[in-house]
């Protein structure tokens, strides 16, 4: 039988949390990401947190667009 988790600080038992993204850090090669605060609908108390999957493909795209212009072969010269 399943039972529902509880918040570790008002030990209600949830079916829910809520979230928000935020800036969760500035570690990441003098950049920052956005992450996901999942928190007790109750009492606030931060559950977890995660990088936010949207911005953390935004950002490994951006990577890959510029490594691709590095590795773009040389223009032919005439
Ligand atoms: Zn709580």
């Known amino acids: 039988m399943f039972t529902k988790p509880k918040c570790p600080h008002c030990e209600v038992e949830l079916s829910k949390l809520d979230a928000k993204r935020m800036v969760v850090g500035d570690q ?10 999942a928190t007790c609908p109750y009492c606030k108390t931060v559950i977890g947190v995660s990088i936010d999957p949207a911005d953390a493909l935004q950002k490994v795209a951006a990577e890959i667009a510029e490594l691709r212009k590095l590795l773009a072969p040389a223009p032919l010269i005439e």
């Open 28 to 37: 990441f090669g003098g950049t920052f990401w956005y992450g996901i605060v």
